[in-house]
């Protein structure tokens, strides 16, 4: 019944922005801390952002202070990362996670390259 749909990976340029958004079903979305992780090619996945079920606390993996936001609209059961500043090795696939354990989005590729 959990159902996690991320969106909106694409290719972009270095220096890019791009919007990921994550679509859930299934449970009660506004109870969960949510998260991102993203996992490049011959890589670990990796958590890349957290976000209290409130939205009042975020964390953030090193790489991506200052670049990516991470943001959640618990009226539309949905939690979105905001990438700006986008880097090559900002290549992986996104996925969304409910908390840091647990049910997995499909994940949504994105590209960044010139």
């Known amino acids: 019944q959990v159902q996690l749909v991320e969106s909106g990976g694409d290719s972009v340029q270095p220096g890019g922005s791009l919007r990921l958004s994550c679509a859930a079903s299934g449970f009660t979305f506004s109870k969960y801390t949510m998260s991102w992780y993203r996992q490049a090619p011959g890589k670990e996945r990796e958590l890349v952002a957290v976000i209290t079920s409130a939205g009042g606390n975020t964390n953030y993996a090193d790489s991506v202070k200052g670049r990516f936001t991470i943001s959640r609209d618990n009226a539309k059961n949905t939690m979105y990362l905001q990438m700006n500043s986008l880097k090559p090795e900002d290549t992986a696939v996104y996925y969304c996670?409910?908390?840091?354990?647990?049910?997995w989005g499909q994940g949504t590729q994105v590209t960044v390259s010139s």
């Open positions: 996670r409910r908390g840091i354990q647990g049910y």
